[in-house]
């Protein structure tokens, strides 16, 4: 599995506000382990998919970039791609 981290600077309440439209159009089949962080300075969203191609894919799809700015989300700072060692829900190891 490996994860993509977004970093959006701003006013974390407008932020918020901005993700919640923009994951309402996302399908929850689609979002396998993901988790939106309020920080001090704006939000801090963690993505996984599968594989490095898939995470890769996502973080370059204009489509997706596009959905993200239509709903008032600004160009997050340069998006990190990590290997996840380990993940848990719940107590629950996640694959």
């Known amino acids: 599995m490996y994860a993509s981290l977004w970093k959006f600077d ?3 309440d ?3 506000a901005s993700y919640d439209e ?3 159009q996302v ?3 689609a979002m396998r ?3 939106c962080l309020r920080t001090d300075d ?3 969203l963690v993505d996984t998919c599968p594989t490095e191609e898939q995470v890769r894919a996502l973080v370059g799809d204009p489509e997706f970039r596009r959905l993200l700015a ?3 989300l600004p160009e997050p700072e340069p998006v990190t791609v990590v290997a996840v060692h380990r993940a848990f ?3 629950q190891a996640v694959e």
């Open 10 to 12: 701003g006013n974390p």
């Open 33 to 35: 382990l993901h988790l």
């Open 27 to 29: 399908p929850r089949e």
């Open 42 to 44: 704006g939000v801090l």
């Open 22 to 24: 923009a994951v309402a």
């Open 14 to 16: 407008e932020l918020l």
């Open 70 to 72: 239509d709903h008032g």
């Open 89 to 91: 829900v719940s107590g």
